[in-house]
């Protein structure tokens, strides 16, 4: 869902824009349950946005689902905080875990902010956040993405030799920040540590036309297709 949601705001300002959506009603059913129809009318895909305003679907149908929210700026996301720590409880955190998933989804909602802050490519600004758990496999799946300028885009100033958004995104990975003399970036090592070594989980930042993952085995990377902005996932498993 964040990169169709990345695409939708790409996309936006096309003439001809449109969306397809699915013709089963169980796919329609779980698109308006995660509030998909909110962000096509918001971006004004009009036809879709009124397709998916006639499902009817009660809130409650499926608790493993936290619904897509677009956070336009960093007060807002940090008073969404206390949503996200109910959504873990739901989901089967126990307290301690709760937190130390509340520090990992903080840093990557800042990040977003920090590092796109009066540089937005698009009149699109903002995070876009949406979860799943999955009870079965006790498997959360996290997403922050946001259709910024990406890690190539934040770290040229301060490192103008990087040649691609994979070197980029390592480059983040190893703790250093786009900000000239600022003594920060170490968040992302955080989250690395937390998710890896606490939750035995992944994370995987897919920013521009780089892809890149880890986990217990390393790291791995690649050149993919490219997106606007960064989509940073987090898979965490829980007791």
């Known amino acids: 869902m964040g990169i169709v949601c990345l695409l939708l705001i790409e996309r936006q300002s096309l003439a001809d824009k449109k969306v397809i959506l699915p013709k089963q009603e169980n796919l329609l059913r779980y698109l308006k349950r995660m509030h ?122 301060a490192f103008p030799n990087l040649s691609d958004d994979v070197e980029a995104i390592k480059k983040g990975l190893e703790g250093y920040t786009g900000r000239v003399g600022e003594n920060r970036g170490n968040g992302l090592k955080t989250i690395q540590d937390w998710t890896i070594n606490n939750f035995h989980g992944m994370l995987t930042i897919h920013s521009g036309g780089g892809l890149v993952q880890v986990d217990e085995n390393g790291i791995e990377s690649k050149n993919t297709c490219r997106i606007l902005g960064t989509l940073a996932q987090f898979v965490i498993y829980y007791r």
């Not at 897509?68 to 720590?85: A, K, M, P, Q, T």
């Not at 409880?89 to 509340?102: H, Y």
């Not at 946001?146 to 100033?157: M, P, R, Y």
Request: a negative charge.
């Open 36 to 157: 998909l129809g909110e962000i096509l009318g918001e971006l004004g895909y009009t036809e879709a946005f009124e397709i998916l305003k006639q499902i009817t679907v009660p809130e409650s149908e499926n608790l493993n689902v936290q619904e897509i929210v677009h956070c336009r700026y960093n007060d807002e996301f940090s008073s969404r905080l206390g949503r996200f720590e109910r959504m873990f409880k739901n989901f089967g955190l126990n307290e301690e875990d709760t937190k130390r998933a509340l520090v990992i989804v903080g840093e990557l909602g800042n990040n977003v902010f920090d590092h796109n802050l009066g540089n937005w490519p698009t009149n699109f600004s903002g995070a876009i956040i949406t979860a799943h758990n999955y009870p079965e496999t006790k498997r959360i799946e996290f997403v922050v993405g946001d259709a910024g300028v990406g890690f190539l885009g934040s770290l040229q100033n």
